[in-house]
């Protein structure tokens, strides 16, 4: 287990459709990043957050938001949905180092994903 | 988006057998890292490298960083079951947490 908690763990829905993933991180972790994975792409970054902002945006559609809140969780919301969102989404979490010696994706915990199903 | 190359794509392997699998890529990186993910888990990370030519180890599990910092090695010594999964290295350019996955090796070990 590694402290990251997601929900829903499984999600059908309809194209076109909108729906919002959920994501805890670790306690006291303050980034969240969000992933997709999928059968044909691979692991693709979305997007991070650190401490309520915005830091990094990776391969992110313009259908799709996060945001993450004061008390540090982080939500993915993903619109105007289409078959090929079929994936698995991941969130993970770190603490940024000390000194702010900055040294890569060394701390980040993967929780254990929303598999999300657009028919 | 842009992947690493991740050989072989799949492998079986009796148990006890010594693995390899590796990682290229057309940009020069400046983190490399190697994750495990089993069946219906996110993925966990192995072995994280900082510097070209670094060899770090972790229990059975040795990755080394390639010199010229596009590759990246991974062995797996005296395999066992429990070894099964998908491996993936994951490449950092620089920046915030900017990161590219490799394409995965998947492997099986067979008792």
């Known amino acids: 287990d590694s402290g990251v908690t997601q929900t829903p763990k499984h999600l059908i829905t309809a194209t076109g459709q909108r729906v919002t993933l959920r994501c805890s991180p670790r306690s006291g972790d303050l980034s969240v990043y969000w992933y997709q994975q999928s059968l044909d792409q691979g692991l693709q970054f979305l997007i991070q957050y650190y401490n309520g902002e915005e830091r990094a945006k990776g391969n992110i559609l313009e259908r799709f938001s996060a945001q993450q809140f004061p008390d540090l969780h982080s939500e993915l919301n993903l619109s105007s949905l289409e078959l090929g969102d079929s994936a698995l989404y991941f969130c993970a979490s770190s603490v940024e180092p000390a000194g702010g010696k900055y040294r890569g994706l060394e701390t980040q915990y993967f929780g254990p994903g929303t598999r999300l199903l657009v028919l | 988006g842009q992947q690493l190359n991740q050989s072989p794509q799949s492998m079986f392997i009796q148990e006890g057998e010594d693995v390899s699998m590796n990682c290229t890529s057309s940009s020069i990186f400046n983190t490399w890292l190697w994750y495990k993910q089993d069946p219906g888990e996110g993925p966990v990370l192995l072995i994280a490298?900082?510097?070209?030519?670094e060899l770090t180890s972790n229990g059975r599990l040795t990755a080394q960083f390639g010199i010229t910092r596009k590759d990246s090695f991974l062995n797996i010594s005296a395999s066992i079951p429990s070894d099964v999964g998908i491996y993936f290295c994951?490449?950092?350019?620089?920046?915030?947490?900017?990161?590219?996955f490799g394409t995965g090796t998947k492997l099986q070990v067979i008792p």
């Open positions: 490298l900082y510097k070209a030519g």
């Open positions: 994951a490449g950092n350019s620089g920046g915030y947490q900017k990161v590219t």
